[in-house]
């Protein structure tokens, strides 16, 4: 695909970041900071503007998804926004009956069980989100040349909750069909690959200059049902969104046993939770790649003291590392206090500044 005007110019405004270049591997002035969930959750202006609104309503307004994304950026300067939304978006907008439920997640109406179901499953085109490309195109003005993360929910995260039809802990439903129906299975999986790979590029071509792909609940899984049955289908994800010149992050919780396939899947960034430090996870995932974490988010209810040295201690085991991108091990949490992100923000620049 040839570049859009915006994309050229959002990529050149913002190519000489700190995140981007340590997303390359190159030298950095400090090393950079973003928060995964740092919009919405725990700030104020956020429940403000967010009042009456339900979260999926939210997301499709332009003005109010510029508005809070720019938020964490404008208070707490981080080095990168992320790009406010859900990863059950686009499958609201290919037409599921799906909701966001407050202090459940995500709540599907039908879940997706049989092979009939997989009609209701379409490609998603442009016009399904036209409010991103909206959003985004505002954003981008305002951030200049702080660069924005464009993101999308992985093909196992998105199956699990279209399998159970919510939330679920074990992931039984889903691992029934993985392992009881392997060709129904894959799939699905390919038909979310595609959906999700229609959703990435529409936020690459409006102006992301880079995107992460969460897998959030991968981590259930052995590494040999995560090579067959899901590997290949993030892979597809990552092969389409190749050679637009923006890195490609891959995250997932609990994945240390799955951080050397989930690099091998095409991420050029491993995100790395808190269990697994990042030098040992650099040995995991071998050469040619970044490493984004691993702060425990938990840390962050202790005294200032304390998460400086727990910020110090990740920043120790990241010293060998070509590229690093610091991170929360998982998402900010609603009961955090944004003082005390704000704080580790200096002290990571301060702390790493040449
Ligand atoms: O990172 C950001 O700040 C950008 C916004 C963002 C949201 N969801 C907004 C949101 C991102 C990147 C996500 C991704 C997401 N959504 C993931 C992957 C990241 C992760 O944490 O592992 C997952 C698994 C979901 C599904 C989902 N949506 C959950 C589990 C929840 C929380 C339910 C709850 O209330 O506890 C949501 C809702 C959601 N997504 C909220 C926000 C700000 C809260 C909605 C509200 O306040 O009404």
Redo the contacts with the bound molecule.
């Keep these: 695909d040839s570049p859009t005007g915006q994309q050229t110019k959002q990529q050149s405004r913002t190519h000489d970041s700190a995140f981007l270049k340590a997303c390359r591997r190159e030298p950095v002035p400090h090393t950079p900071v973003w928060f995964?969930?740092?919009?919405?959750?725990s700030l104020p202006e956020y429940l403000k503007v967010?009042e009456g609104i339900p979260?999926l309503e939210s997301c499709m307004r332009p003005e109010l998804v510029t508005e809070i994304t720019l938020q964490?950026v404008r208070r707490h300067k981080v080095d990168a926004a992320?790009?406010?939304?859900?990863?059950?978006v686009p499958l609201k907008a290919i037409g599921l009956d799906l909701d966001?439920k407050?202090?459940?997640?995500?709540v599907v109406a039908d879940p997706i069980r049989t092979r009939a179901d997989l009609d209701r499953l379409r490609d998603l085109t442009p016009d399904d989100v036209h409010y991103v490309t909206e959003a985004i195109g505002m954003l981008t003005e305002e951030l200049g040349d702080t660069p924005l993360i464009g993101?999308a929910?992985a093909p196992f995260?998105l199956a699990s909750?279209l399998v159970e039809g919510g939330?679920s802990r074990s992931h039984e439903r889903t691992k029934a069909m993985m392992y009881g129906d392997p060709q129904l299975w894959a799939d699905l999986l390919d038909r979310l690959a595609g959906i999700t790979s229609a959703f990435l590029k529409v936020q690459i071509e409006a102006g992301a200059s880079a995107v992460q792909l969460?897998d959030?609940?991968v981590g259930a899984l052995a590494p040999a049902d995560y090579r067959r049955s899901v590997l290949p289908a993030s892979a597809k994800v990552f092969d389409a969104v190749a050679g637009h010149g923006v890195p490609r992050i891959h995250f997932g919780?609990g994945t240390g046993e799955l951080l050397g396939l989930m690099g091998e899947a095409g991420a050029d960034v491993v995100g790395v939770d808190w269990r697994v430090p990042l030098d040992e996870a650099a040995r995991r995932v071998g050469p040619g790649k970044a490493l984004q974490g691993n702060l425990d988010p938990a840390v962050l209810f202790a005294s200032t003291e304390v998460v400086e040295a727990k910020a110090d201690e990740v920043l120790a085991a990241a010293k060998g590392l070509e590229g690093h991108v610091f991170n929360l091990g998982?998402?900010?949490m609603?009961s955090m206090d944004p003082d005390a992100l704000t704080r580790l923000v200096a002290h990571v620049h301060e702390r790493t500044a040449v």
Excluded at 82 to 88: E, G, H, K, P, R
Excluded at 102 to 106: I, R
């Design positions: 995964m969930r740092q919009a919405g959750r967010r979260m964490p992320i790009y406010f939304s859900d990863i059950v966001i407050p202090g459940v997640g995500p993101f929910g995260t909750y939330p969460f959030s609940w919780v998982h998402g900010v609603p």
